[in-house]
């Protein structure tokens, strides 16, 4: 290779003693950011290391001392996490041996081998570069021929079936350009061919490092924006091909490089913990080491030293370390480490932590802030601007409400099979989510409830935990997977699923009732007590019964009636039809009736909510539509939309949705939710509109499916200022409900368009002690909430009282209750029927507690200490 240009001889006579020292500094600090790769011979495994970021994950690995890429595949790489290039004048000097797998004896087919460099992404963060940059490649393509950015210029050209080859790279600036050299030699040194780009732009020398190996067509890679206006990944990343190299010795050097040693991530990626009536339970998420014998410690602070409270071996299949330790301090901040030892590469012992701290319990905090989201696609990976602000906000509690992840993130698809590649697929996704996310993580306490694109469903209608079939459905021969998806169950296998369960919900307080439903696939709804609030953790999916069986006439595809005949306010309430499923109902009764543990509020949290909101221009029978619509211009309304009929909302079953809404009335609990892609709060209706509890609906934190709320008619008893989409309505199943806000999708005006017009966002519920206060906010992806005048969505915040969940709105109340005190749970009984109407810890001196119907009724008063005394025979009286 010839040499790069060197500096003049004058310029070098002429160093004075000063810029001596200097340049032993500099010298000093670039050999500081050289780099080498580390793989030892006796390590065998999936995971690269803390220093790389596979793509995917599951078709590299380490073996005998090299990285391989055993899965052919369009731009299969590699990108070293913890070097960078300077946008700075300088130089860069990159080397690799290489060499075709073994086994491989078939023609090298299209694709090539070799380098990517100044590798952006297209949100500015090196994690977004790491997991959807693109930069410039250099190397070999499957035919032999060298290039550099443009595989299209004719080149010298190599046997690319030799063993033990050796690219080099060298780049330095000529003028305001700069030149590049890319050579190969054999594996005596002797160089085999070689090319040089001069003049290359100074653009492409900034950014990530990474190996290629990709099968397929060799195209110039452009540079960011990657992304389309349709929001999709530009790159060819199909499975199948020819090239399957392996890569070892890689060396990076020279004075462009700059070193982040802090960007490496693993082998302990995040660790997710709840604490719930002095029960820490926590889940540890780790690479995929698969050393044997690995074990893992939790560790708490003492004085200056650390105490190991818990140590446990990582589950092989998730890769999770799970803790339980009842009788947790929660009167104090407790600092804690996770401690993992191993052998590194070089054969010494290695430690690695990661840290955080177990917040007291806030009981007695007079106001709980919680945070909620959902959806989480990776269009703005890594979602910065929701994590600064929710570290402004500082909520107590997280809730992530489902689709933690998608099957589209990261790119390359989804793989469905065998279990280990399918686990390793998930994984590289979830570890994706808590590269976002995991800082909040190590200090907040966190829930995240899977959703159907957690479990690879589009929907899902999990019917107790079947097996999904698609036998004897007639449209199986022409798309089996939707047929699967409607059949009811799950698609993956119980193993995964349960793979996945556990890495999500395995940190939740411990399961009300843990039998497992059919095939074995677990649960884990349960009570999450926390700052004197009850939560009840619900998965509204699991039992939910399939339409497409219950409901043939309707001939429903995706949860969308395809007969036009077919009319779901009358034909829709089917006899059967679950939604929570027996087991939950039970739950749910004994929760709402107890208020022990000095707890003041409840919510339920489940992963979407109880109502259909949202329309689309008729026939309205598809969501596919959705991506496509045109986004309004602020202000603007579309006069032709309907109501929707989605039975994958949980609008449906009618029947079903009701009951579950009276059981949660009779806490008088509010309801969080996502999944729809809409930020909105709205009460329900059950047998009359406003007698039901509020709903908040979170705005996906990164979406492709924009859904909408444009009813044809403004809403009855809309306030006068609201907006005309506000106000009563019955959704296309019939429910009632009133909507009092929501954050349409339009065109924002805030860049970038493609991720901020689908109106993302966050949801921040206060709730206040003294008060009973509840203040729900959604608030837009991009407003910094600490600047002063930083607004939420229009329409919020809505504060309501507790006594709105069900009782304000209740036709009958009974006579004014005085004397009381916050000690004093208030329950009151129907006397005819002997059912608990509601439950509640009194909220001042007097109260006056609605019914539903009119009657006599026992008022029950529970002090926390000493009897309980009963006032009979209270009559319901008919609201004003």
């Known amino acids: 290779m010839r040499r790069l240009p060197a500096a003049s001889k004058r310029e070098c006579h002429t160093v004075s003693r000063r810029r001596f020292v200097a340049g032993a500094i500099a010298a000093a600090s670039a050999h500081a950011q050289e780099f080498r790769s580390e793989w030892s011979s006796t390590i065998s495994r999936p995971w690269l290391g803390p220093d790389y970021w596979a793509n995917p994950l599951q078709d590299w690995r380490l073996r005998n001392g090299r990285l391989e890429c055993f899965v052919a595949g369009g731009d299969r790489h590699v990108i070293l996490l913890t070097r960078e290039l300077s946008p700075q004048a300088g130089e860069l000097q990159m080397s690799v041996r290489f060499g075709r797998l073994e086994e491989d004896q078939s023609p090298l087919g299209q694709g090539f081998v070799g380098f990517r460099f100044g590798i952006r992404g297209q949100f500015g963060d090196y994690r977004d570069t790491a997991v959807h940059g693109i930069g410039v490649n250099a190397g070999v393509t499957g035919d032999g021929m060298l290039f550099i950015a443009d595989p299209e210029t004719q080149g010298p050209r190599i046997n690319l079936n030799q063993q033990n080859l050796t690219l080099r790279l060298q780049a330095a600036p000529e003028g305001e350009a700069y030149r590049i050299a890319l050579e190969v030699a054999d594996e005596h040194g002797a160089v085999l061919a070689s090319v040089i780009r001069n003049p290359a732009p100074r653009e492409w020398l900034h950014g990530g490092l990474g190996l290629v190996c990709s099968s397929g067509q060799v195209v110039r890679t452009p540079h960011p924006p990657f992304i389309t206006p349709s929001g999709q990944d530009r790159r060819d990343s199909r499975r199948g091909g020819t090239l399957r190299f392996w890569f070892r010795d890689w060396t990076v050097s020279g004075s462009k490089l700059v070193a982040y040693p802090e960007r490496a991530y693993g082998p302990i990626l995040f660790a997710l913990h709840t604490l719930s009536r002095r029960v820490l339970k926590m889940t540890a998420q780790l690479a995929p080491l698969d050393d044997p014998g690995l074990e893992v410690h939790l560790q708490i602070r003492q004085g200056n030293s650390w105490r190991t409270v818990s140590r446990a071996q990582p589950d092989p299949l998730s890769r999770t370390v799970h803790y339980r330790i009842a009788s947790w301090d929660d009167s104090r901040d407790i600092p804690y480490r996770l401690l993992l030892r191993r052998k590194d590469e070089e054969g010494a012992t290695a430690e690695h932590t990661l840290t955080g701290t177990i917040r007291k319990d806030p009981r007695n905090k007079d106001r709980i802030t919680v945070a909620a989201l959902t959806c989480?696609?990776?269009?703005?990976?890594?979602?910065?601007?929701?994590?600064?602000?929710?570290?402004?906000?500082?909520?107590?509690?997280?809730?992530?409400?489902?689709?933690?992840?998608?099957?589209?993130?990261?790119?390359?698809?989804?793989?469905?099979?065998?279990?280990?590649?399918?686990?390793?697929?998930?994984?590289?996704?979830?570890?994706?989510?808590?590269?976002?996310?995991?800082?909040?993580?190590?200090?907040?306490?966190?829930?995240?409830?899977?959703?159907?694109?957690?479990?690879?469903?589009?929907?899902?209608?999990?019917?107790?935990?079947?097996?999904?079939?698609?036998?004897?459905?007639?449209?199986?021969?022409?798309?089996?997977?939707?047929?699967?998806?409607?059949?009811?169950?799950?698609?993956?296998?119980?193993?995964?699923?349960?793979?996945?369960?556990?890495?999500?919900?395995?940190?939740?307080?411990?399961?009300?009732?843990?039998?497992?439903?059919?095939?074995?696939?677990?649960?884990?709804?349960?009570?999450?007590?926390?700052g004197g609030v009850s939560f009840a953790l619900i998965e509204d999916r699991k039992w939910k019964s399939a339409p497409r069986g219950l409901i043939p006439a309707a001939a429903i595809r995706n949860g969308w009636a395809q007969n036009p005949r077919y009319e779901p306010v009358r034909d829709g309430d089917v006899k059967g039809a679950?939604?929570?499923?027996?087991?939950?109902?039970?739950?749910?009764?004994?929760?709402?009736?107890?208020?022990?543990?000095?707890?003041?509020?409840?919510?339920?949290?489940?992963?979407?909510?109880?109502?259909?909101?949202?329309?689309?221009?008729?026939?309205?029978?598809?969501?596919?539509?959705?991506?496509?619509?045109?986004?309004?211009?602020?202000?603007?309304?579309?006069?032709?939309?309907?109501?929707?009929?989605?039975?994958?909302?949980?609008?449906?079953?009618?029947?079903?949705?009701?009951?579950?809404?009276?059981?949660?009335?009779?806490?008088?609990?509010?309801?969080?939710?996502?999944?729809?892609?809409?930020?909105?709060?709205?009460?329900?209706?059950?047998?009359?509109?406003?007698?039901?509890?509020?709903?908040?609906?979170?705005?996906?934190?990164?979406?492709?499916?924009p859904r909408r709320w444009y009813p044809p008619k403004p809403g009855r008893n809309r306030p006068a200022q609201a907006p005309r989409y506000c106000g009563e309505y019955f959704d296309g199943f019939g429910n009632r409900m009133t909507v009092h806000a929501v954050a349409n999708p339009q065109r924002y005006g805030v860049e970038p368009a493609i991720v901020n017009d689908r109106a993302p966002g966050y949801g921040i519920i206060e709730l206040e002690r003294s008060t009973r206060k509840i203040t729900f906010t959604n608030w837009p992806r991009w407003v910094d909430p600490s600047r002063p005048g930083a607004k939420p969505y229009p329409g919020w915040p809505i504060t309501i009282h507790q006594l709105d969940n069900g009782s304000n709105g209740a036709p009958y109340h009974l006579p004014p209750l005085v004397g009381l005190s916050a000690e004093v749970v208030v329950q009151v009984v129907e006397e005819a029927t002997k059912e608990i109407v509601c439950t509640v810890r009194a909220s001042s001196a007097e109260m006056v507690l609605g019914v539903p119907r009119e009657g006599a009724y026992t008022v029950r008063l529970i002090p926390d200490k000493g009897p309980i005394r009963e006032l009979r025979g209270q009559l319901a009286r008919k609201r004003a």
């Open 578 to 705: 679950e939604l929570l499923g027996k087991r939950q109902m039970e739950f749910l009764e004994r929760w709402a009736a107890d208020w022990s543990h000095q707890v003041w509020m409840k919510a339920v949290v489940s992963q979407t909510i109880w109502t259909n909101l949202c329309t689309l221009p008729p026939p309205a029978n598809t969501d596919a539509v959705t991506p496509r619509l045109p986004l309004l211009a602020p202000g603007a309304y579309p006069e032709n939309e309907v109501h929707t009929a989605d039975h994958d909302s949980n609008g449906w079953p009618q029947t079903a949705r009701n009951e579950a809404l009276r059981v949660v009335r009779k806490a008088l609990a509010f309801h969080i939710g996502g999944d729809q892609h809409l930020g909105s709060t709205v009460q329900y209706g059950i047998d009359q509109f406003n007698d039901g509890p509020y709903v908040i609906c979170t705005p996906a934190i990164s979406n492709f499916f």
């Open 376 to 530: 989480c696609n990776d269009l703005g990976f890594p979602h910065s601007e929701i994590t600064r602000a929710l570290k402004h906000h500082n909520p107590d509690i997280l809730f992530f409400t489902g689709d933690q992840i998608y099957e589209r993130v990261g790119g390359y698809g989804n793989q469905l099979e065998p279990i280990e590649q399918a686990t390793l697929d998930y994984l590289r996704k979830w570890y994706i989510f808590g590269w976002a996310f995991g800082d909040l993580f190590r200090d907040i306490p966190v829930v995240t409830l899977p959703d159907d694109h957690d479990v690879y469903h589009g929907n899902i209608w999990g019917a107790g935990g079947k097996k999904a079939s698609a036998e004897g459905d007639p449209e199986a021969s022409t798309n089996r997977v939707q047929a699967l998806q409607d059949s009811g169950g799950f698609k993956m296998p119980a193993l995964w699923v349960n793979m996945v369960q556990r890495t999500q919900t395995s940190h939740l307080p411990d399961p009300y009732d843990p039998t497992p439903v059919e095939q074995g696939i677990t649960v884990y709804y349960t009570e999450l007590v926390y």
